[in-house]
């Protein structure tokens, strides 16, 4: 999260000083319009992050088409190295009750089933995100100098949720995989239990 913070306000002071030589604006007046495009966009964040959330859930069903993850996609997800980055992407799933950064009953269906279903709503609030944090836009009237503002801050909050799209749905392949392997262990389990059920009443 302070890794966040950081960029923020790294990409913050390089946009306002970047307005500020092509402008000829106040570089104060425009780190302060900068900074209510940036809380403009965090209020965005959180509220399609809740929108999401509140969503039924048969809307972050892990086996949707548009949830599932290829073979493929995964083997992208690796060429860009995401085992040594993703546990730096900030995790907020405290606000839900539902923390994803970290297994913590890897033999449970049930639990399994809960971690995809909150990666899937995760998922889809992240996207919304990236696409209508661009209405920042929309405020334009502030001032002439607005829109060389926003549009980067749009452009920077797309590319700090696009990384916990990507993280969200690489984990959701390794689930849905270890999710299979409960599913045939307890079938097995349940094989052997009928079984001796049967034995015993042959006995």
Not at 44 to 67: E, M, N
Not at 124 to 137: K, P, R
Not at 188 to 201: G, T
């Amino acid at each position: 999260m302070i890794l966040y913070l950081l960029i923020i306000f790294g990409c913050s002071l390089v946009i306002s000083a970047s307005v500020c030589l092509w402008s000829g604006v106040n570089f104060l007046v425009l780190l302060g319009y900068t900074a209510i495009a940036v809380v403009f966009e965090i209020l965005v964040d959180g509220l399609f992050a809740t929108i999401a959330r509140l969503l039924p859930a048969k809307c972050a069903d892990h086996t949707k088409k548009i949830y599932c993850v290829s073979a493929k996609e995964k083997k992208f997800y690796e060429k860009l190295k995401i085992r040594m980055w993703k546990d730096k992407i900030p995790e907020i799933g405290h606000f839900t009750g539902f923390r994803k950064n970290k297994l913590v009953d890897p033999q449970s269906v049930e639990y399994v089933d809960r971690f995809l279903l909150e990666s899937c709503y995760g998922e889809l609030g992240h996207f919304l995100s990236l696409f209508f944090g661009f209405t920042v836009l929309l405020l334009y009237p502030i001032s002439w100098v607005w829109i060389p503002l926003a549009i980067p801050v749009a452009i920077v909050n797309f590319f700090l949720n696009l990384p916990s799209i990507l993280v969200l749905r690489y984990n959701s392949y390794k689930l849905v995989v270890l999710k299979k392997s409960l599913l045939k262990k307890q079938q097995r389990a349940n094989r052997v239990e009928k079984l001796e059920e049967i034995a015993c009443e042959n006995a």
